[in-house]
């Protein structure tokens, strides 16, 4: 049995590693914000990005399968 999934992550890394982490955690979560800030002054300094994910939660339907059919939107028409 696999372990349940944190409801929220929040993680931080490099800018340059940026999208690594958004591939690593998509199958399962949506980017909720994301950040960047300066660590350090001077030639040592460097960026960092903030990410915070949230777990995706599938949309109940009647099928069960977490997918639902869009219904088309009426016309609207001017008077």
Do not use: W
């Amino acid at each position: 049995m696999a372990a349940p999934k944190a409801p929220h992550i929040v993680e931080t890394c490099l800018v340059k590693e940026v999208e690594a982490m958004l591939e690593r955690f998509a199958p399962d979560y949506d980017l909720q914000a994301m950040s960047s800030h300066q660590v350090g002054s001077g030639f040592g300094a460097f960026v960092e990005a903030l990410l915070v994910f949230k777990l995706r939660e599938p949309v109940a339907n009647g099928n069960g399968n977490g997918h639902h059919r869009r219904r088309p939107m009426p016309a609207m028409h001017a008077k």
